[in-house]
């Protein structure tokens, strides 16, 4: 009984996460491309603040060898580096800000990969956390990066349009989550791949 409860806390939780942050990535999704930029300069002192606290657990980590853990904290020092930047004035300069902030997210999720089949099931359970967290983040900035492109006055009408795509999509992850509110707990891993499946697709308008 009590594993059946833990695992209706661990769905209650994630549920409520995914709710949120559709939430914020809904207000981004509607920012101008000023706004764009100043929240992405917040979001770089996020990730700076989210980089020091993970260092931490990968430290505290026995089950991680010295020479993976020290990759990963060289990883997380090189993205650290980009997210204390001072602000992108020039589109080329914000361009590459972004460049690098992707390059090093992939870079930390990928050894995390790397070192996962080692792990026991606590550490296991720590690097799933921090991957998704790394996707949040990859998914916030790659969203600045369609806005800032797409801001400008030449490609505003492709920018709307792309807009009402990301929108929708969004909308339609957003509706099944709030279906979800009396999920069972035996249910949750079916509901966790159909939503798994339904922010795929939203993510892949990005690229589109």
Do not use: C, P
């Not at 709710?19 to 920012?31: C, D, G, S, W």
């Not at 957003?174 to 999920?183: F, G, I, V």
Request: glycine content about 4%; charged content about 40%.
């Amino acid at each position: 009984m009590e594993e059946l409860s833990t695992l209706k806390d661990k769905s209650t939780k994630k549920l409520k996460e995914w709710k949120r942050f559709a939430e914020e990535l809904n207000v981004q999704l509607h920012l101008g491309a000023k706004e764009a930029k100043d929240k992405f300069e917040e979001q770089k002192k996020s990730l700076g603040q989210w980089l020091d606290s993970i260092e931490g657990k990968i430290d505290g980590a026995v089950d991680i060898s010295k020479e993976k853990a020290s990759d990963l904290r060289s990883s997380i020092d090189k993205l650290r580096l980009q997210a204390v930047l001072g602000k992108a004035e020039s589109e080329d300069y914000l361009k590459d800000q972004q460049k690098k902030i992707a390059e090093g997210l992939q870079d930390i999720k990928q050894k995390l990969t790397d070192v996962y089949d080692t792990t026991k099931e606590e550490t296991s359970s720590m690097i799933e956390e921090i991957s998704e967290q790394l996707e949040d983040f990859n998914t916030r900035f790659d969203l600045f990066r369609l806005q800032v492109h797409l801001g400008r006055v030449e490609v505003k009408e492709e920018w709307e349009e792309k807009k009402k795509e990301l929108s929708s999509k969004l909308n339609q992850w957003k509706s099944k989550l709030e279906r979800a509110e009396d999920t069972v707990e035996d249910k949750w891993k079916g509901f966790s791949e159909e939503m798994t499946e339904a922010w795929s697709h939203f993510k892949k308008a990005f690229t589109n």
